[in-house]
């Protein structure tokens, strides 16, 4: 970790995300159990993703304004470009994440790169679907996913092959 790292705790309202600043770039963003301790230097980097995390919450913002600097293979980081221009509200299949990426067969790999990304929503990885509309695999766990899907659709209608069980209501 980096002398100039920052931290920070945000208690969504899908628990606490974790968030890590390095330099000028957000490195981390990841939901999690407990929130990090105190922290001893806050950057105004920090400061504006806990309020654009916020405001994103409360559903006055759809686009972040941050630089970002996830750390992965040279492949990850490709599939992690290719989310970021998924727009807010949509999704895109697994399948049509690969072929975007120039060989369909790719889909485990993308689907492993997607599942590693280290700066959840605003690296919007919870917009990958099954090719059916199904909700598959999420770091976060699939709760958090179809909540995000939800809250940016504004109302996220399960198709006939997703187990209803999976739905946040």
Known sequence: MDLFAAKASY???????????????????????????????????????????????????????????????????????????????????YHELSARLGDEKSIRAAATANVKNPIAIIIPCHRVIGSNGSLTGYAGGIEKKSWLLHHEKGVYTPTLFEDKNTIVQ
């Open 11 to 93: 208690l969504s309202p899908l628990g606490w995300i974790n968030v890590t600043v390095e330099e000028d770039a957000v490195t981390e963003l990841l939901f999690s159990d407990h929130p990090f301790k105190q922290n001893t230097f806050v950057s105004d980097v920090l400061i504006a993703a806990i309020r654009q995390l916020e405001d994103y919450f409360i559903g006055v913002r759809n686009d972040f304004e941050l630089k970002l600097n996830p750390r992965g293979t040279d492949f990850q980081i490709r599939v992690w470009q290719e989310l970021l221009k998924i727009p807010f509200g949509k999704t895109l299949s």
